[in-house]
């Protein structure tokens, strides 16, 4: 129902519909990937530090 509100609201025939709801998702997929997922995983997910504490970066592990 809601969906059919949506492409009634669209201008054109029904090709140029077609058109816009493609680009509409391909712009929504977009920001998604390059924008909202890596915003979350940074504030709500954080990657752990791989250093250890304690260690001297100038050191080498090998003697």
């Known amino acids: ?14 090709p140029v519909r077609l ?5 509409l998702l391909a712009v929504t997929a977009y920001l998604l990937v390059f924008h ?3 915003w ?3 504030s709500f997910f954080p ?8 260690s001297d970066p100038g050191s080498s ?3």
Do not use: C, E, K, N
Request: proline share 14%.
């Open 36 to 38: 909202v997922y890596p």
């Open 47 to 54: 990657t752990p530090d791989p250093t250890f504490a304690g």
């Open 1 to 14: 129902m809601m969906y059919a509100a949506l492409w009634r609201a669209l201008p054109g025939p029904w």
């Open 40 to 42: 979350v995983m940074q």
């Open 19 to 23: 058109a816009i709801v493609l680009a």
């Open 61 to 63: 592990a090998h003697a």
